[in-house]
């Protein structure tokens, strides 16, 4: 629909500066008003059958009833307005509907501000601030608490059959425990699979204040429930009582030892002037073309390192049993493993939500902030890189359980 230039001359009408249009009691807010009253009108006439000022139907009782005030918050302001009644209160509109009192998507604002790591308090001051609302606290967390049904949706939904590779990681957050009242580190667990297709896909998280093989069990049981039936290879960080779990759920599965964390809790006990030399070092162990050579050069690194970093190599020894899986794959599944590219961009994403918030009041405060950073993090729907050539080799060396 094109606006005549007369309606736009007859609008425009003592306008003469930007406020007189844009300001507090602007044109632009009460042609939105008035818009919205002759929508609401509009919408009785239909459900009366017969319009304004004219007569109703023969015999029909339910006729006009005058109106009642509402005032609405939205990124205008508070715009009062008049919605029509009905005498036997039937009448229900679909714009502004019975109860409402936002608009503009101002749900969608104070999520977005959540998401964006803000307390609650932080959004009131910025809602007052920037579009004069005042706003209670209650109504914030009513709002960002729908949030958790979106969860609870995302959490229970069907996953694929078959993931060539799921990383299991963890991140530590502070949140307030309900009976102590004392703020404990508590871990984020999320697991990140990659589908057949090579596209990042977050599975599902998990918050717990301890972890161990019951703890596991029970998440394995639930990625069960929800389809998953096979697992390739799954990449963990020492996670405590993981092995046995994955392997009671899926006895397939290949367990492999995240070699970016190994490395960086090597690193954790050099001196900043040997990490270089040492990560090099480090290099020649996972770069190895085979396990019996890999081992090789554990021993090597040990020879040279072990008067001075003593725990680095058995570190590196008690988890060989999850390393040495890595040596069987092909130089592009490697990549895709030891890089972790995806799941590092997760936790980068995760971490600049979580950090200015010093603890959290509930899990389910921490469980909003976290799914509305996952949810951004798969909005931006990039695939593993260089995941054709990997393909190819999980096609060779899983055959039917790949192509299930």
């Known amino acids: 629909m094109t606006i005549s230039k007369e309606i736009l001359d007859e609008l425009l009408q003592g306008v003469e500066r930007p406020e007189d249009l844009l300001g507090d009691a602007r044109l632009m807010k009460e042609l939105k008003v008035k818009l919205m009253e002759r929508m609401l009108g509009a919408e009785l006439t239909a459900h009366l059958g017969y319009e304004e000022g004219k007569d109703a139907p023969a015999r029909q009782t339910n006729r006009r009833n005058g109106t009642s005030g509402k005032v609405l918050k939205g990124q205008d302001g508070e715009m009062p307005i008049a919605v029509p009644r009905d005498r036997d209160g039937s009448f229900e509109p679909e714009l502004v509907k019975k109860g409402q009192t936002r608009i503009d998507g101002m749900d969608d604002k104070i999520v977005g501000l959540y998401a964006a790591g803000l307390s609650v308090r932080d959004i009131r001051a910025h809602l007052e601030e920037v579009y004069g609302l005042k706003v209670s606290p209650d109504l914030i967390s009513r709002v960002t608490d729908a949030v958790l049904d979106e969860v609870r949706e995302w959490q229970s939904r069907a996953l694929d059959r078959m993931y060539p590779i799921v990383i299991f990681d963890a991140l530590r957050v502070k949140i307030r425990d309900a009976d102590s009242r004392t703020v404990k580190n508590k871990a984020v667990y999320v697991a990140l699979g990659v589908t057949r297709d090579g596209s990042r896909e977050v599975l599902g998280l998990w918050i717990a204040e301890n972890e161990g093989a019951k703890f596991w069990l029970s998440v394995m049981n639930e990625l069960r429930n929800r389809g998953l039936q096979d697992v390739l290879i799954a990449v963990v960080d020492g996670l405590k009582g993981?092995?046995?779990?994955?392997?009671?759920?899926?006895?397939?599965?290949?367990?492999?030892?995240?070699?970016?964390?190994?490395?960086?809790?090597?690193?954790?006990?050099?001196?900043?002037?040997?990490?270089?030399?040492?990560?090099?070092?480090?290099?020649?162990?996972?770069?190895?073309?085979?396990?019996?050579?890999?081992?090789?050069?554990?021993?090597?690194?040990?020879?040279?390192?072990?008067?001075?970093?003593?725990?680095?190599?058995?570190?590196?020894?008690?988890?060989?049993?999850?390393?040495?899986?890595?040596?069987?794959?092909?130089?592009?599944?490697?990549?895709?493993?030891?890089?972790?590219?995806?799941?590092?961009?997760?936790?980068?994403?995760?971490?600049?939500?979580?950090?200015?918030?010093?603890?959290?009041?509930?899990?389910?405060?921490?469980?909003?902030?976290?799914?509305?950073?996952?949810?951004?993090?798969?909005?931006?729907?990039?695939?593993?890189?260089?995941?054709?050539?990997?393909?190819?080799?999980?096609?060779?060396?899983?055959?039917?359980?790949?192509?299930?």
């Open 242 to 404: 993981f092995p046995d779990a994955i392997t009671a759920a899926f006895p397939e599965a290949m367990v492999q030892t995240c070699i970016v964390h190994l490395v960086r809790h090597s690193l954790n006990f050099c001196s900043w002037k040997d990490r270089k030399a040492v990560a090099a070092d480090l290099r020649q162990i996972y770069s190895a073309p085979t396990a019996d050579m890999a081992e090789a050069e554990l021993d090597t690194f040990e020879g040279k390192w072990a008067g001075k970093y003593a725990s680095i190599a058995p570190a590196w020894r008690r988890a060989w049993a999850e390393v040495v899986p890595f040596f069987a794959f092909d130089p592009a599944i490697r990549k895709i493993i030891y890089t972790t590219n995806a799941i590092e961009s997760l936790n980068r994403v995760i971490r600049k939500s979580t950090k200015t918030r010093g603890s959290f009041p509930t899990d389910d405060a921490a469980t909003k902030l976290i799914y509305l950073a996952i949810r951004n993090f798969e909005k931006d729907g990039r695939n593993v890189r260089e995941w054709f050539a990997a393909r190819n080799q999980f096609a060779i060396m899983f055959g039917e359980r790949f192509d299930a």
